[in-house]
């Protein structure tokens, strides 16, 4: 039976792993014997000078060790990992196309409307321009 | 999990109801009593003005009969009905619980407002996949609730080259 791709974005907030962990208790716990999701975790590590690189590359490990030990904690034993080079709003996209996603699961970073205009949304960019169902995942204020 | 589906007679919430049964919710264990999700199907209806803007010069504005104003209510609510109970349809297809719900006014207000009320954990609806300059002009909902809800929002998109394309860049 061919599985559906569930792409999630991770870095190091705090919040992605939220999401992380939100998809792993919802979508794969609940069905453990014939699961019809496949992860894949994608990792954006923005493009860098030489001079920040390894810092870069560091994290990013770091990022995708911890998002491993997620998994495995749920018992997730064949997720995909991947780091993936470029902006945090472009990549998650990227992977849904490369992998052929069927949902793209990504965190938010709850900013206020002021911020949101002056920064800009990566979850709104990925809602809206990622070719496959979108789910945002936001932790709650006060987590019951 | 409390799962609020968003619905209005367009073609995408409709295939996102239909997507989250079929890859969310059907997957129960099969011995679990309470299901992986009770689902609620909103349908908000827009409000109905009662008053008409004739054009020409000079023209007051004209207040709709109640004749009129009683037969368009029933007439949304006869249309907001039916378009609830297809959607009903569809969950028990797949033995997926359903309740349903009718509200009037602004949709993306209504969404969020009930999404709190019956403490959600998940909000999915359609998303007409409409361009960034539409999407300014027009508002959308996806967009609007994307922001504003406190829980977690699914939204669905048509599969490309299936209907209207996906947002553009």
Known sequence: ME?????????????????LEWTLDHLFLTVLEKCP??????????????????????????????????????????????????????????????????????GSHGYGALKRTVLGSVSDYCAHHAHCSVMIVKKPKNKH | MKVLVAIDESEESFYALQWAVDDLLSYSPAAEENAIAAVTLLHVYPPFQPFIYPSGPGMHLVYATPVVIHSVNKAQREKAASILSRALTI????????????????????????????????????????????????????????????????????????????GSK
């Open chain 1, 37 to 106: 999701f496949k992860l894949v975790v994608v990792h954006a590590k923005p493009a860098s000078t030489t001079a920040i690189r390894q810092d870069l590359k560091r994290m990013a490990a770091k990022v995708l060790e911890k998002a491993k030990g997620f998994c495995e904690a749920k018992l997730v034993n064949d997720a995909a990992f991947e780091v993936m080079e470029g902006n945090a709003r472009y990549v998650p996209c990227e992977a849904v196309e490369n992998h052929q996603a069927s949902v793209l699961v990504v």
């Open chain 1, 3 to 19: 599985k559906t791709v569930v792409v999630v974005g991770v870095d190091d907030s705090e919040r992605s792993f939220y999401a």
């Open chain 2, 91 to 166: 969950c028990t297809e797949k033995n997926v619980k359903a309740e349903t719900l009718i509200m009037e006014g602004d949709a993306k207000d209504k969404i969020c407002e009930m999404a709190d009320e019956l403490q959600v954990d998940l909000v999915v609806m359609g998303s007409r996949g409409h361009g960034a300059i539409k999407r300014a002009w027009l508002g959308s909902v996806s967009s609007y609730c994307v922001h504003n809800l406190h829980c977690n929002i699914l939204v669905v998109k048509l599969p490309l080259g299936e209907g209207k394309p996906t």
